[in-house]
């Protein structure tokens, strides 16, 4: 079932040094390590293969991602059953996660089939127009080249090895290079047989898919710098994220480095709102906050109140909420570890109040609930950084200045959510311009947890939600960091990319 190997341009390739995955129980497997020679070969096999992938149409590449959800899903059980065991995830969450890989593979084909992120443009020539004759213009998005894509550790499907990036990239028509995650090299080690198939099914090059599993830094950093490598894709920490970042920006030809880092995902809960059903919404934010041990870059560990009794009343009923939740496998030691410690930091903050101090250690995370006044945490920018897992912060504000001073203190999100009712419209409206300038996706009276895939998802926002706020890593929109518009002057049709030639002219002359 597995290889425990490097999938480099249709060849399964070993190596001497190896190292094992973390199950939640039971014997690792083990897997080759990553070396910076195979980067090399997996970027130079991606550049070879862009010359036919990369100029084959939209309907080859539709048939080609669909096979990929075929395949993946003929894998089925094989994924859920690894998944479990690396991960900790639960059999139902991996079923659906799974769903959700493949739905949006097929998203993309349907996406493709449309035509419309070609953004097709035609200003026809005007040879008599005086002073000067126009001449015929086309404009096209075409894709950029070889893509690299960070696996997460959080969506060992969704976000991974055939995830949103590789997904998105592959549809562009960008030939990819993943360098999967250490926390699940099983789940990555299954899906890259499930591309392999189709890319063989669909005959396309092999160079188009390449995986590299982890075990060296020196990998991730050598994918990044590689000059064949044109851009890419990644979900982790602020700190990891950062610093390739910044390689991306140093390199002698500098690249778009598309990441998603971190986020508090605040939650605004307005007067009507939380005197209406103050405790419904505590309840709802319990549950959201801990789901999958509340290792979800959309968890939203914030939530603004009015001070007062009913603020009082809220945070009671959170913290009864959150009390019987019990201990929860995390991903990796080292995600468990990073929680215990953000939990430490934020417990140990001057004007913070432990509400709920469960007791969690070991690969365990058990819910924590804090709460701070905006004075404090205004003067406390520490405050607004991610603790990821399942840890939640109640800030009380005195009045409007304050909410209007705590929303404006916020850094870069990917989503802010407003719970509120008719009588809340006008705190409502006050926040919004502020709110669409802090985070990519606003929503209310719900919870982010749940990110839709689809035309008009936005799962970005700016720094540190993302690297790159103009973008977005999750539906059919991602597929524009892969691309870029050439324009074509006087081009014969003949010559012209078939998905262009076939276009009928949009713009008549004037
Ligand atoms: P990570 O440590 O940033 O690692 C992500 C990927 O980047 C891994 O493949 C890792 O390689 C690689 N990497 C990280 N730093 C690197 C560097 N300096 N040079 C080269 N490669 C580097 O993230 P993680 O392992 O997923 O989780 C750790 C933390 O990330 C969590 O505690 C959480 O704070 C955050 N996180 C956030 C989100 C979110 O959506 N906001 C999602 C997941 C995780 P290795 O595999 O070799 O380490």
């Given at each position: 079932?597995?290889?425990?190997?490097?999938?480099?341009?249709?060849?399964?390739?070993?190596?001497?040094?190896?190292?094992?995955?973390?199950?939640?129980?039971?014997?690792?497997?083990?897997?080759?390590?990553?070396?910076?020679?195979?980067?090399?070969?997996?970027?130079?096999?991606?550049?070879?293969?862009?010359?036919?992938?990369?100029?084959?149409?939209?309907?080859?590449?539709?048939?080609?991602?669909?096979?990929?959800?075929?395949?993946?899903?003929?894998?089925?059980?094989?994924?859920?059953?690894?998944?479990?065991?690396?991960?900790?995830?639960?059999?139902?969450?991996?079923?659906?996660?799974?769903?959700?890989?493949?739905?949006?593979?097929?998203?993309?084909?349907?996406?493709?089939?449309?035509?419309?992120?070609?953004?097709?443009?035609?200003?026809?020539?005007?040879?008599?127009?005086?002073?000067?004759?126009?001449?015929?213009?086309?404009?096209?998005?075409?894709?950029?080249?070889?893509?690299?894509?960070?696996?997460?550790?959080?969506?060992?499907?969704?976000?991974?090895?055939?995830?949103?990036?590789?997904?998105?990239?592959?549809?562009?028509?960008?030939?990819?290079?993943?360098?999967?995650?250490?926390?699940?090299?099983?789940?990555?080690?299954?899906?890259?047989?499930?591309?392999?198939?189709?890319?063989?099914?669909?005959?396309?090059?092999?160079?188009?898919?390449?995986?590299?599993?982890?075990?060296?830094?020196?990998?991730?950093?050598?994918?990044?710098?590689?000059?064949?490598?044109?851009?890419?894709?990644?979900?982790?920490?602020?700190?990891?994220?950062?610093?390739?970042?910044?390689?991306?920006?140093?390199?002698?030809?500098?690249?778009?480095?598309?990441?998603?880092?971190?986020?508090v995902?605040p939650m605004?809960?307005?007067?009507?709102?939380?005197?209406?059903?103050?405790?419904?919404?505590?309840?709802?934010?319990?549950?959201?906050?801990?789901?999958?041990?509340?290792?979800?870059?959309?968890?939203p560990g914030v939530a603004v109140?009015?001070?007062?009794?009913?603020?009082?009343?809220?945070?009671?009923?959170?913290?009864?909420?959150?009390?019987?939740?019990?201990?929860?496998?995390?991903?990796?030691?080292?995600?468990?570890?990073?929680?215990?410690?953000?939990?430490?930091?934020?417990?140990?903050?001057?004007?913070?109040?432990?509400?709920?101090?469960?007791?969690?250690?070991?690969?365990?995370?058990?819910?924590?609930?804090?709460?701070?006044?905006?004075?404090?945490?205004?003067?406390?920018?520490?405050?607004?950084?991610?603790?990821?897992?399942?840890?939640?912060m109640?800030v009380?504000?005195?009045?409007?200045?304050?909410?209007?001073?705590?929303?404006?203190?916020?850094?870069?999100?990917?989503?802010?959510?407003?719970?509120?009712?008719?009588?809340?419209?006008?705190?409502?409206?006050?926040?919004?311009?502020?709110?669409?300038?802090?985070?990519?996706?606003?929503?209310?009276?719900?919870?982010?947890?749940?990110?839709?895939?689809?035309?008009?998802?936005?799962?970005?926002?700016?720094?540190?939600?993302?690297?790159?706020?103009?973008?977005?890593?999750?539906?059919?929109?991602?597929?524009?960091?892969?691309?870029?518009?050439?324009?074509?002057?006087?081009?014969?049709?003949?010559?012209?990319?078939?998905?262009?030639?076939?276009?009928?002219?949009?713009?008549?002359?004037?």
């Amino acid at each position: 079932m597995l290889t425990g190997k490097h999938l480099i341009a249709g060849q399964w390739v070993g190596g001497d040094a190896t190292f094992g995955n973390e199950p939640v129980s039971g014997a690792p497997d083990s897997f080759a390590v990553g070396t910076v020679a195979l980067v090399d070969q997996a970027a130079k096999a991606a550049e070879e293969a862009f010359w036919s992938y990369g100029y084959s149409t939209s309907a080859t590449r539709a048939k080609f991602l669909r096979e990929i959800a075929k395949e993946i899903d003929g894998r089925g059980d094989d994924l859920t059953t690894m998944g479990v065991k690396e991960t900790g995830l639960h059999e139902a969450r991996l079923n659906g996660e799974r769903g959700r890989t493949t739905g949006q593979l097929n998203l993309f084909a349907d996406h493709l089939e449309a035509g419309a992120y070609l953004d097709r443009r035609h200003d026809e020539a005007l040879p008599d127009r005086a002073p000067l004759p126009r001449p015929d213009l086309r404009l096209m998005q075409r894709p950029i080249g070889p893509v690299a894509v960070f696996g997460a550790s959080n969506f060992p499907l969704a976000f991974s090895t055939a995830g949103g990036d590789t997904a998105s990239a592959l549809a562009a028509g960008c030939p990819v290079v993943v360098k999967g995650h250490s926390a699940h090299p099983g789940v990555s080690d299954i899906v890259a047989q499930a591309i392999d198939a189709a890319i063989k099914t669909c005959g396309i090059h092999p160079g188009v898919f390449s995986q590299i599993q982890g075990g060296n830094r020196a990998v991730g950093q050598a994918v990044v710098q590689h000059p064949l490598i044109k851009a890419v894709g990644f979900t982790g920490s602020l700190g990891g994220g950062r610093a390739l970042f910044d390689l991306c920006a140093q390199r002698p030809e500098p690249i778009p480095f598309f990441g998603e880092l971190g986020s508090v995902n605040p939650m605004f809960i307005l007067d009507g709102a939380l005197s209406a059903r103050g405790a419904e919404i505590a309840a709802g934010w319990a549950g959201s906050l801990t789901m999958g041990a509340g290792q979800f870059c959309t968890n939203p560990g914030v939530a603004v109140v009015t001070a007062g009794a009913e603020a009082d009343s809220f945070v009671a009923a959170a913290r009864e909420a959150l009390k019987p939740i019990g201990a929860q496998t995390m991903l990796t030691d080292g995600i468990a570890s990073a929680f215990h410690q953000g939990r430490d930091r934020i417990a140990a903050s001057e004007g913070v109040q432990s509400v709920l101090t469960t007791t969690c250690d070991l690969r365990h995370a058990t819910p924590y609930l804090f709460a701070t006044t905006a004075m404090d945490w205004l003067a406390n920018e520490e405050l607004g950084e991610e603790v990821f897992g399942p840890l939640g912060m109640v800030v009380t504000v005195a009045d409007d200045v304050e909410r209007i001073a705590v929303a404006k203190s916020l850094q870069g999100q990917l989503t802010c959510t407003l719970h509120m009712d008719d009588a809340d419209t006008e705190t409502g409206r006050a926040l919004m311009p502020i709110l669409e300038r802090k985070a990519g996706r606003i929503l209310a009276n719900g919870f982010p947890t749940g990110v839709e895939v689809c035309d008009t998802m936005v799962h970005g926002g700016p720094y540190p939600a993302s690297t790159n706020f103009g973008a977005t890593s999750v539906g059919t929109m991602a597929i524009r960091r892969f691309l870029r518009p050439v324009s074509y002057q006087n081009i014969p049709t003949d010559i012209l990319p078939e998905d262009l030639a076939c276009e009928q002219p949009r713009r008549q002359p004037e």
